[in-house]
């Protein structure tokens, strides 16, 4: 017994050593409160639950327990003949069917008016893509300039393979954060473009599957203007872990103008897309778009994983036919995990990236693409 | 040599004993035989799962990469669940319907021997085939043990082809299991066994096979389905070509929820044996824990959609789906509270098997309590993929199923050997494999709460002190492990002689036949004023 007690004291000591050694929100044991009408109510559902567990768990280890201790034959116990009574199991059925009544009930409440996604004031469609999201302001006036981004993980390969010391907002962190407006109804609609993703955010209580082919409703009022972070929740993939969310509410008014800003910006990069793009230009952007965007799978040198995720380098596709560079990178590879990026990269953007693989890991190939010929080849060749 | 005179006279009249060299396994229509070899299969089917299971955990130590590569990473989830629900739990569970049922209801052998061999053998094929994907060309599946479409199917590695087969023929072995377990029940009890007198062993297991036959040609059909899509351009779950992704999950839960019971309800069983014996004192409430089993059993089919409380249901589906899932708690509750009755005034005392029996009783119910805060889809929405349902369905499966087979392995060794266990090296199993379960899993309700989904290889930064408390619960459960197996080697190869009866306070026949049970037991039917009342 004695080397049981010594077990136990030094696992005790141990907990309490670390304990006090990473004192911060490295210890968060339950789930946040959230910033939501319905993220509120759920946390109290919750804990409602969590509540009667306990006192159910104390009841029955309580007797349980106490038979250990008391009825052992050890202390000389005999055993009891009793088998079986018609009314203890009745009361024991109905005890827990009456609780969970009583459960049922505000659950169906809250679970209702999580549901009722009618009157928004703003709809935001939620597009999932291995391994990124993509935002799409719909705006109530069909003219407008259209407002919406791709938002990928913007914490650095370095970091991930630990060569750099990791950042305070490690794995949820992005490049372009959803923005929403606060103490505004603000629905998503939310699908996918290839596998299944689950778009989360804890502090909303929002977690729903967006679907290819299907189109899932959401909605948030959220009062407190800040920054919300989430991630992908169901299995897409290799870097599943690897696409997070990153929501910034502002004040109403900040939202309004950010959104305008949005708009001249999506306006400048339709004019700059007839602008020529030096090959200088197109290297640098093509190595930035590219350290987001495909080293995960082609890796930082271009050899690739072979044979799930072939090398760019010397590869046929990235050094013959350009027309061929453009085809896979504009409509990616049906069936595997070559995504399409037409939609995901601007023209200018695309023709970086087009340049960069032709020209980097040893590629030779010395050409270029225009942002405008690009532009011409997803318009007209589809 | 006068012994071989013998040996060859006895062949005329047909042998009495088991052949011999490794034709005596392969050829073997013995049901202890059969049992035998399911059993060790099973074990080192846990011991390949959970080498994968650490290599998840070593990934997890620490926040970063550290070993495997994110697709790697998939591969071990994705192995760790298949090769842990089919490999581990459910053969072991097989295994023991084969040794036990027979000398239970007094029975010569299982209904149906020769099928009972075929559906043992091709299970170390269907073993071999999927493991073997992790040495292919693309790397073995690596979209979860759930394989949802179309990651499983359009975006799948070449290998899920192999998987595909795979699991058809752990599908054939599983309803041929079932079927000779229903057969042998129905059929072949000895007189005076009445359905109401089976031990509840006897009992979960019938009702198991039943779920098996319903829910595996389901599982068939979805893999088949899957196939379609992959080589011969049918569209049953790309949305693409105007099918539906979720149409997948709605047949794989049909499937798999039932499948959920099938791995639990035997052990139910077991422990519904072992409690009784060790407090001396009858199960409480055997007639109503029949009922609960029957209720558990018919309720796990309309459940299956709380597993897909986020894909977007309609509401009224979620409510049904909801308080369907809540009525669950009320026979499961029943089945408990029959457990603790049963040790209420008892004279207990504390063997490895009890200890087991209650570990599960109390750790399964813990699993049962975050079960039933699931059901509220609300806070679902909040659990749904995180580590919470990691660490309920590993309460259950591990601390539950898991516990219950050990405690039925050491219940039942001096039964299957003729010698008694080590119960120094059982008793310190069993305590390093308590301490070590929830070092592993209790942190990781925490790790869900606060935020972090499942399936992940890498995670923010807030998660790094449960999780490596939760990688040490892991090694040091893992290692436990290899303690079972000297147990069980060093019981087969001798020891204090173990009586027909083992324990003091067991139950029914097959503590009448002697230790180690003869090769061939009850060639005439027990006498009836042997079989009693549970």
């Given at each position: 017994m004695l080397s049981k007690a010594k077990l136990w004291l030094s696992l005790a000591f141990g907990t309490l050593l670390m304990w006090s050694a990473g004192a911060h929100a490295a210890w968060e044991l339950n789930m946040p409160r959230g910033v939501t009408q319905i993220s509120r109510e759920t946390y109290d559902l919750h804990m409602t639950i969590f509540w009667w567990m306990i006192a159910i768990g104390v009841v029955v280890f309580g007797v349980l327990f106490w038979s250990i201790i008391n009825h052992r034959k050890s202390k000389g116990a005999k055993p009891a003949t009793f088998h079986e009574s018609t009314k203890v199991e009745i009361v024991w059925t109905l005890v827990p069917f009456l609780i969970l009544i009583a459960m049922a009930i505000p659950a169906t409440r809250v679970l209702t008016a999580a549901y009722d996604a009618s009157e928004s004031e703003l709809d935001v469609q939620i597009i999932g893509y291995q391994w990124r999201w993509e935002y799409r302001y719909m705006d109530d006036d069909p003219n407008a300039e259209e407002v919406s981004f791709f938002s990928s993980l913007a914490t650095s390969r370095e970091e991930i393979s630990n060569s750099i010391d990791k950042g305070e907002n490690y794995l949820l962190e992005v490049d372009n954060p959803l923005v929403i407006p606060s103490d505004t109804k603000v629905r998503f609609l939310m699908t996918a473009a290839d596998v299944l993703h689950a778009w989360w955010v804890p502090e909303f209580a929002i977690k729903k599957d967006t679907i290819p082919g299907f189109i899932n409703e959401s909605w948030v009022i959220v009062e407190e203007p800040g920054i919300y972070r989430g991630q992908c929740a169901e299995l897409c993939g290799m870097e599943h872990g690897f696409m997070p969310i990153e929501v910034h509410v502002l004040e109403p008014a900040d939202f309004e103008a950010w959104y305008a800003e949005q708009q001249q910006q999506a306006l400048q990069v339709a004019e700059l897309t007839n602008a020529a793009l030096s090959m200088d230009e197109a290297m640098a952007e093509g190595a930035e778009i590219y350290s987001r965007n495909c080293v995960a799978c082609h890796q930082a040198n271009g050899q690739g994983m072979p044979p799930a995720f072939p090398a760019l380098a010397g590869s046929a596709k990235a050094t013959g036919d350009i027309g061929v560079t453009m085809d896979t990178l504009v409509n990616g590879v049906p069936g595997t995990a070559m995504a399409a990026y037409g939609r995901q990269l601007n023209p200018i953007e695309l023709a970086s990236i087009i340049t960069y693989v032709r020209n980097a890991f040893g590629n030779q190939s010395g050409d270029m693409v225009q942002p405008a010929e690009v532009n011409e080849f997803i318009v007209g060749g589809q | 040599m006068s012994s071989a005179a013998i040996d060859h006279a006895h062949d005329h009249d047909h042998h009495h004993g088991p052949a011999k060299g490794i034709s005596r396994w392969l050829f073997t229509t013995n049901h202890k035989d059969i049992g035998t070899l399911y059993l060790w299969f099973s074990f080192a089917m846990f011991l390949l799962g959970g080498t994968f299971a650490l290599v998840i955990r070593a990934e997890l130590f620490q926040p970063g990469l550290q070993f495997v590569e994110p697709n790697f990473f998939n591969q071990m989830t994705t192995m760790h669940g298949l090769v842990m629900v089919f490999g581990a739990v459910m053969p072991a569970f097989v295994g023991l319907a084969n040794w036990m049922i027979p000398l239970m209801i007094g029975?010569?052998?299982?209904?149906l021997p020769r099928m009972n061999n075929w559906s043992f053998w091709i299970l170390p094929f269907a073993f071999t085939l999927m493991v073997s994907t992790l040495f292919m060309e693309g790397g073995g599946p690596n979209f979860g043990w759930t394989f949802y479409a179309p990651l499983s199917t359009t975006y799948a590695p070449d290998s899920v082809t192999y998987f595909i087969f795979a699991v058809h023929i752990m599908g054939a072995s599983s309803i041929m299991g079932a079927i000779n377990v229903i057969a042998t029940i129905l059929n072949m009890r000895a007189p005076g066994m009445t359905l109401m007198k089976m031990p509840l062993f006897v009992w979960t297991w019938l009702i198991t096979a039943y779920l098996l036959i319903a829910v595996m040609p389901v599982l068939a059909g979805v893999v088949t389905m899957m196939l379609f899509d992959i080589h011969f351009g049918t569209s049953f779950f790309n949305a693409a070509g105007g099918g539906d992704p979720v149409l997948f999950q709605h047949l794989f839960w049909f499937f798999g929820h039932p499948e959920v019971y099938i791995m639990i309800l035997p052990a139910f069983g077991i422990v519904s044996a072992i409690i009784p014996t060790f407090a001396r004192k009858r199960l409480f409430g055997y007639d109503s824990m029949v009922y609960a089993t029957a209720s558990i059993a018919f309720l796990s089919f309309i459940v299956w959609a709380h597993h897909m409380f986020t894909v977007g249901m309609p509401l009224a589906g979620q409510l049904f789906f909801m308080y369907a899932t809540m009525l669950i708690a009320v026979p499961t509750g029943v089945k408990v509270f029959n457990w603790v009755a049963t040790m209420f005034r008892g004279a207990m005392t504390f063997e490895t098997p009890m200890l087991f029996a209650i570990a599960f009783v109390v750790l399964f119910t813990i699993g049962g309590f975050t079960g039933v805060m699931l059901a509220i889809t609300p806070a679902d929405f909040q659990y749904h993929d995180t580590y919470f349902v990691v660490a309920h369905f590993h309460y259950v499966l591990v601390p539950g199923a898991v516990f219950s087979l050990m405690a039925a392995a050491y219940y039942w060794l001096p039964k299957w050997t003729g010698y008694m266990y080590d119960e120094t090296l059982g008793k310190l199993h069993f305590w390093m494999s308590f301490v070590g379960v929830n070092l592993l899993f209790f942190p990781q309700h925490f790790l869900g709460l606060a935020g972090m989904p499942r399936r992940i290889p890498d995670y923010a930064l807030q998660f790094a002190n449960f999780n490596w408390i939760s990688s040490v619960g892991a090694f040091l459960f893992g290692f436990s492990q290899l303690i079972l197996l000297l147990v069980v080697i060093k019981c087969i190869r001798g020891g204090k002689k173990a009586t027909a009866q083992v324990w003091e306070g067991a139950q029914g026949l097959e503590w009448t036949v002697p230790s180690p049970a003869p090769y061939h037991t009850f060639e005439t039917p027990p006498d009836p004023s042997l079989i009693k009342a549970q």
């Open positions: - | 029975a010569p052998d299982m209904a």
